[in-house]
């Protein structure tokens, strides 16, 4: 199972980034997706998530309304499009694939927020 996370950055507060991750050697498709990100000195925490089959989404309150998660079968990547980002959005931010007891996850890749 392989990841490639793309899309993060430096970006200044009210920026926008969309980040991907692509993933095989699992069939993606059948996997809930989910992203996470870990600050410096916390816990890593649960951001957002998209189910099978039926494509709902959930979003930790702190960046509902912000952020929104998709995906494309097709290309086996799952998005994270954040928008009116903010200080505290700095973390590693990692995909995670998880059906049943199978649960793989990412490489992260770093997202910070900064003037």
């Known amino acids: 199972v392989q990841f490639v996370e793309s899309g993060g950055g430096l970006v200044q507060p009210g920026g926008s980034l969309r980040l991907s991750c692509a993933g095989s050697?699992?069939?993606?498709?059948?996997?809930?997706m989910r992203w996470y990100r870990q600050a410096p000195g916390k816990e890593r925490e649960w951001v957002a998530s998209?189910?099978?089959?039926?494509?709902?989404?959930y979003y930790a309150p702190s960046v509902k309304g912000r952020f929104t998660i998709s995906r494309d079968n097709a290309k086996n990547t799952v998005y994270l499009q954040m928008n009116s980002l903010e200080p505290q959005d700095t973390a590693v931010y990692y995909c995670?694939?998880?059906?049943?007891?199978?649960?793989?996850w990412g490489q992260g890749t770093q997202v910070t927020v900064s003037s």
């Open positions: 995670n694939a998880y059906r049943l007891a199978r649960d793989y």
């Open positions: 998209i189910s099978v089959p039926a494509g709902s989404t």
């Open positions: 050697g699992f069939t993606f498709s059948s996997y809930d």
